[in-house]
DNA sequence: AACGAAATCGGAATCGATTGCATGATTAAA
DNA sequence: TTTAATCATGCAATCGATTCCGATTTCGTT
């Protein structure tokens, strides 16, 4: 079978190679008839025009990429479902990579993506990520970048967030009003954009209730399951354990049920319990999970209307650097006292 | 800046681009003294080549797609996982689509791989694929396709699934074992491999176990949540309804549990369940989920390792038409009755 | 000193699609 | 009938990296 490209149309068609890819891309300069030719041919050979000769002359390669920390995560599964069904109806594709959490393999994943392979990518930082210098080379690329949840503050470009203080906030105000004393928070690292700012809106909760804070209320957890699992069963086992906990993490919450089973306390009877997750099953937990829920679809398709009209329309402006917030909607359920 | 590319490189270092190509490539051609020079400069550059460059003559994308019908399931995330995993040590990236379970959208998709912009196809078909003129195409262009889980019988390729007929044979065993009369095998459609192997255990076990089937004990259950559920709602309430459930896909045994909250029956006492799912949270549902889970990420891993294999040695045959299953492993938990 | 082989490197074509410019053909206007 | 204008198409360069082939230099050997 020969090879169907423009020149293998042109030759079936007794037509030089630009008139066809005039034709094809519908050129005022080629006559309907010809067009009607070239356009029935293509067709019936099923031809499409090799994308890597296109992005070689162009400089564009009609391919964005999604830098995420976790794919086995409803938020972000959600998100990038969001970004797809925007790019798609652009006729952009999606690279889908997963840092696991791994400052390295986002280094990595970026020097990849500093040579053109992308017009654009949308990112949220992994947990180990302070540093960024490896972020501001795609700055000085110019290459678009959109954060998104877990953002990068010193990096000049437009952010998408929820309202991740106020979040924080009604979170433990709600545990507060339910009576409980002791309250934890839990995190997967302290340099994590929305890990401050919950953790700022659980502190200005406990001020505006009059309790008192102490850096010994906020426990950074580890990668794997296991050692969380531990690490909480150990504070569930202490003198001064815990009534309430904020998750900030969805597996974080996860990872306390299963903590929890290994002792005698119940949720919520002895243990308030509120965590951030999109989890759809939620309510079919033992017993349901009160949850702060972000509105992922919607952030990925606003993350991705954005970058559409800075691709397709020249002569766009570099993206502002300002944060879109769109808040999330906090679900009482059974676990933090019905 | 100037665009650092390889006649930048080369005019820096008065030589020729063949030569700085070379030197990169670390050809035998090139002095040692010249290999040093090219590649600090290209260091301190940060130089990449531009990888649709590359692409266009070596007709290689160095990029996989991966073809999902759903993208927020702990099963497909595991599985990409363990591709992403395997091609990542050996510089390829990935184009993740997710089809939706539409047949459409699978076609659409497909049509914009055949023009070289993968090397290679993984895929799971959408349970709304029965007819596969759209998959041959990729068989003609001689574009190596892998199935996986959902796979194609009749595309001659190697395919990788797990041991559906024995794990449909061993739920339904096991409900039976339970003491379950009236059974009800749940499905998203009719022509998936997966559920008519899943169905046949199912069969197979109710005649072993001395029990008649009837057409009326398969449930083709819809896309939307809430109609399964009002499905299954409906289900329940009727005269002889079941005692016992195979849910061949995770998301029905989600509906069934939201189901059976809008009525009175308790799980497992009126109705035993055992599920197809990949969910780590089975076992802090109310109640846990006895489950059938598959190996996803080892499915993931020896999808990508042959492919790794053919895509890397030049020469390699094509893939064989064969299958190749990796066992699941049931786990039995509250809800099928302890 | 001279010759040949090996070691190094440059020139130019190539991959496939696009596009500025030139050319040829057709038609309308003078 | 001639000229100008419009229309339709072809030629060739381009994008960046690779590689075949040819050219030059270096070195060892007689």
Avoid: W
């Avoid at 050979?45 to 964005?64: C, E, F, G, V």
Wanted: charged residues 25%.
């Amino acid at each position: 079978m020969p090879e169907i490209n423009i020149k293998y149309l042109a030759k079936q068609l007794n037509l030089a190679p630009s008139t066809v890819s005039r034709a094809l891309n519908d050129s005022y300069e080629i006559s309907e008839k010809t067009k009607v030719r070239v356009l029935a041919l293509a067709k019936e050979l099923n031809y499409h025009p090799n994308p890597y000769a296109r992005s070689l002359r162009d400089h564009k390669s009609y391919t964005i990429a999604v830098i995420i920390p976790e794919r086995i995560n409803n938020f972000f599964a959600q998100v990038i479902d969001g970004i797809e069904k925007v790019t798609r109806q652009h006729g952009y594709h999606l690279l889908v990579y997963n840092t696991h959490e791994e400052l390295d393999i986002e280094r990595k994943i970026l020097s990849f993506l500093l040579n053109g392979r992308v017009d654009a990518i949308v990112m949220s930082v992994s947990s180990q990520t302070s540093k960024i210098d490896h972020l501001l080379q795609l700055y000085q690329k110019k290459l678009p970048v959109i954060f998104f949840d877990r953002i990068c503050d010193e990096f000049p470009t437009t952010k998408f967030i929820t309202n991740d203080y106020q979040s924080g906030y009604d979170g433990t105000k709600h545990l507060i009003q339910k009576g409980c004393q002791r309250l934890v928070f839990l995190t997967l690292s302290k340099d994590l954009s929305i890990s401050k700012e919950r953790l700022r809106g659980f502190k200005v909760a406990l001020k505006d209730y009059g309790m008192e804070f102490s850096p010994n209320q906020v426990i950074v957890c580890m990668q794997e399951e296991d050692e969380n699992i531990k690490l909480i069963g150990d504070l569930l086992g202490s003198e001064d354990r815990p009534d309430g906990i904020l998750a900030s993490v969805e597996k974080l919450a996860v990872a306390i049920y299963k903590a929890v089973r290994n002792t005698s306390l119940k949720i919520p009877q002895d243990l308030k319990l509120i965590s951030f997750s999109n989890m759809k099953i939620a309510d079919i937990l033992d017993p349901p999970l009160s949850t702060i829920s972000q509105p992922a679809m919607e952030i990925g398709i606003a993350c991705a209307d954005l970058l559409m009209k800075k691709l397709t329309k020249k002569d766009h402006p570099e993206f502002e650097d300002r944060i879109i917030m769109i808040p999330s909607k906090i679900t009482i359920r059974r676990s933090s006292g019905e």
